[in-house]
């Protein structure tokens, strides 16, 4: 397997290419090469060659006598360049962006293993053994989503981590919202769905200390499915999954990978601030995004092997404070729902 970092340190070109390329972002008018290379300490060949290589993929960057160089428009690429412009140049000291990796969230455990700090964040642009919930896969072609882990560094007990996914649910479909307009709703307890169809996956990975039995990291890892075609995925998933761009073509072409990543930073900061005190917040939000609530539902024990339809039948009530689901089954018995016991499926399709 290769692993060609992105914006690895000691590859100064990379760098000064992702430099220039932030720098050129946040400029509307043109930029001298000379005003770039004395910003970035660099050489103005080191600049002309930057911008070539940006060209080459894909970048169209207009350049004028005695202007200097003004980008035009840029293809839909995760880049380090990119992200920085909208995080800044100190937060992308804690960001790594992978061209291809087996799985963001094993990168993670391994970098929190040598101690990385709270707020370290893998994205790639492609996962070779993308994982999902419960040891299932997470397809993940390259081009086209964004594979994301973040870690976190929380002082408290395993058993009071219960809502993190939940709460993580929320803080992605913000950034999705504010980076492409589109609000997807929540399906219970923390799958991202749009027009009754899953678009995101979020797996929490947690490692504990074995003789204090206090969390070392949790590993959030985030899977959204951003320019597929209805086509790339399996036909057996095709009722059920989707992608940003499928569910709204308007968006087709509009949709920039970099600038979601980035609010998911943004939005993934704000909550590691908030934990665990900001419960609140998280639970409003959560509770108006929710799609499952008021909804027919199949209540399916987690390692069962039954077919959804064979769940037990009831109807979803509410969330509860914990962000557990009250459901009313159809003898009139009510029950609260723990993520970890059940999973839920709508009775007129996914969500
Ligand atoms: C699910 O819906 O089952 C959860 C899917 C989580 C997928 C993400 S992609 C980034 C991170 N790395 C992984 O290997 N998995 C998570």
Redesign the pocket.
């Known amino acids: 397997m290769v692993i060609r970092k992105e914006n690895h340190k000691q590859d100064g070109k990379i760098m000064t290419k992702d430099k220039v390329l932030a720098m050129l972002i946040n400029t509307d008018s043109y930029m001298s090469g000379e005003l770039i290379s004395e910003e970035l300490g660099v050489s103005r060949a080191a600049v002309n060659s930057a911008v070539k290589s940006l060209r080459s993929e894909g970048y169209i960057i207009e350049s004028c006598t005695n202007k200097g160089y003004k980008l035009i428009s840029r293809p839909d690429r995760l880049s380090s360049g990119e992200i920085e412009a909208i995080v800044g140049p100190e937060r992308m000291a804690n960001v790594v962006v992978l061209d291809s990796v087996d799985?963001?969230?094993?990168k993670l455990k391994e970098l929190g293993y040598s101690g990385c700090p709270s707020g370290t964040v893998v994205i790639?642009n492609e996962?070779t053994?993308?994982?999902?919930?419960?040891g299932?896969s997470?397809l993940?072609p390259r081009d086209c989503g964004i594979?994301?882990?973040i870690l976190l560094r929380p002082d408290t007990a395993p058993s009071d981590t219960g809502s993190i996914t939940a709460w993580t649910s929320v803080a992605v479909a913000e950034a999705i919202q504010k980076s492409t307009g589109i609000e997807p709703g929540i399906k219970w307890v923390n799958?991202l769905v749009v027009n009754n169809h899953?678009i995101c996956?979020?797996?929490t990975e947690l490692s504990v200390e074995s003789e204090s039995m206090r969390i070392d990291n949790i590993v959030i890892?985030?899977?959204l499915n951003v320019s597929n075609k209805i086509t790339d995925f399996p036909e057996e998933l095709r009722s059920t999954a989707s992608s940003l761009a499928s569910e709204y073509p308007d968006k087709i072409g509009r949709l920039n990978r970099s600038a979601i990543a980035a609010q998911m930073i943004i939005r993934l900061d704000q909550l590691i601030a908030d934990w665990p005190h900001n419960s609140e917040r998280y639970l409003k939000r959560y509770r108006e995004l929710s799609v499952t609530c008021g909804k027919e539902v199949n209540v399916i024990p987690i390692g069962s092997s039954s077919e959804p339809s064979e769940g037990r039948k009831g109807k979803a009530l509410s969330i509860n404070d914990d962000f557990s689901l009250k459901v009313q089954y159809e003898d009139g018995s009510i029950s609260d729902l723990s993520s970890g016991e059940v999973s839920v499926r709508g009775l007129y399709g996914y969500a």
């Open positions: 799985s963001t969230n094993k790639a996962q053994g993308g994982r999902g919930r419960l299932r997470f993940s594979y994301f882990s799958d899953k996956g979020i797996l890892g985030i899977g």
